[in-house]
């Protein structure tokens, strides 16, 4: 049973930063997988803003040269660094993993999710 689970969020101030971690046990890492990034704001859907497999790394549009998508594979773990965060930035950040699939453009997998995390809240104060 593949098991997400995310810390790391907070509340900082616009222009600070953080680092979200997410750690993913029970996931056996194959030649095709993807793990993501995703976040949700009041109001708004889901969506990606960061994604990584084997080989790639991709990112939303609103997120780059901003955030730093990395993986532990030793550690198995997932980070999302983030800096110069904007109030926009402000969501429940969630942690997915796709079993068979690839990074896409925009911060995404080209799969849906077959696991995610819990979420970690993050609050950026103007």
């Known amino acids: 049973q593949v098991q997400l689970v995310e810390s790391g969020g907070g509340s900082v101030q616009a222009g600070g930063s953080l680092r979200l971690s997410c750690l993913a046990s029970?996931?056996?890492?194959?030649?095709?997988?993807?793990m993501a990034w995703f976040r949700q704001a009041p109001g708004k859907e889901r969506e990606g803003v960061a994604a990584?497999?084997?080989?790639?790394?991709t990112y939303a549009n609103s997120v780059k040269g901003r955030f730093t998508i990395l993986q532990d594979n030793a550690q198995n773990t997932l980070y999302l660094q983030m800096s110069n965060l904007k109030p926009e930035d402000a969501a429940m950040y969630y942690c997915?993993?796709?079993?068979?699939?690839?990074?896409?453009?925009?911060?995404?997998?080209?799969?849906?999710?077959?696991?995610w995390g819990q979420g970690t809240q993050v609050t950026v104060s103007s």
């Open positions: 029970g996931f056996t890492r194959t030649t095709t997988y993807c």
């Open positions: 990584i497999d084997n080989h790639t790394a």
């Open positions: 997915a993993v796709v079993r068979f699939g690839m990074a896409l453009g925009g911060g995404t997998c080209t799969t849906p999710p077959d696991y």
